[in-house]
């Protein structure tokens, strides 16, 4: 086995189609299919499900795409280990992201990154998945780094550490029954029409994990993969939410409530795999991290 092999099954697993990957390779798609016709002969089993008219990965393809992506990894270490000396920092980042995410400065980060390291490519990934999406990515190799929200100890896999803590706030339109409270609690909002995130969200899984704590029922009417869009929904009466207390834009008739009784805390936190080394054009970028990240109110 090749690293060359391993790199044609990745790039027909993750384009799902022996053309694409062809063409992402730059290859002609009888070399792609011979190398794969020639791994699967030496793994004695099927990588693809090749009886539809789209591609498929086998359980035994979903097995080597990790342990292949790992491999790869390690191959490019290596490669970048000789370049960083020769050469300077060079190589691929495959960042991961929140959609709509305001606490670090990113086009900072990136643009300082680019002017100290002009010879390394970022990729960049608003997940609409959420956390839960962007850890499932890491671990499979598919991320390199991610910015996302836990709220318990990292996944296996995946280490972290939080970057801002801050506290979950109640949104309300002013002609809402709430509205004039300085503080409300789980139990108040019984009920109630919620707008909110996607299940897999760091924040709708801390909200969720709450109320069942509480045994408190509510309903969720509308979810937004947008965490910076709730408060327009919430203004146009489509429910209250629960959101962390950061720098969000809110209308003139949309208020924060304080919740009390219970301690709801949201952390940012900044992941990478545990079992894969970081390439040195990841370490360098996560020693800048830290100066582009903007306190919380």
Known sequence: ??????????????????????????VVQSGVSTVIRALERELGAPLFDRSTRE???????????REARTTLDAAQAAR???QEVVAGVRGTINLGTMTGLTLV???????RYHVEHPGVTIR??????????????????ELDV?????????????????????SVVLLVRDDHPLAGRASVRLTDLANQEFVDTPPGWGNRVLVDRAFAAARVERRVTVEVAHLNAVPDYVHAGLGIALVPDFDLVLADDV?????????LRWTLSLATSSTR???????ALLAMVDQYVRPSP
């Not at 591609?55 to 795409?65: F, H, P, Q, S, Y």
């Not at 400065?105 to 643009?111: I, N, R, T």
């Not at 991610?146 to 896999?157: K, Q, R, T």
Request: aromatic share 4%.
């Open 55 to 65: 591609v498929a990965l086998t359980d035994a393809g979903r097995a080597l795409l």
């Open 80 to 82: 970048d280990a000789v």
């Open 105 to 111: 400065d990113l086009p900072g980060l990136l643009g």
């Open 255 to 263: 208020h924060q409530v304080a919740v009390s009784g219970v301690d």
């Open 124 to 141: 960049l990934r608003a997940a609409t998945s959420g956390t839960s999406g962007l850890v499932t990515s890491l671990v499979d190799g």
């Open 1 to 26: 086995m090749e690293l060359r092999h391993l790199e044609y099954f990745v790039a027909v697993a993750e384009e799902l189609s022996f053309t694409r990957a062809s063409h992402r390779l730059r």
């Open 146 to 166: 991610a910015f996302l929200a836990l709220n318990d100890s990292p996944p296996a896999g995946v280490t972290a550490r939080g970057l801002v803590v801050t």
């Open 277 to 283: 080394r970081p390439s040195a054009a990841l370490r």
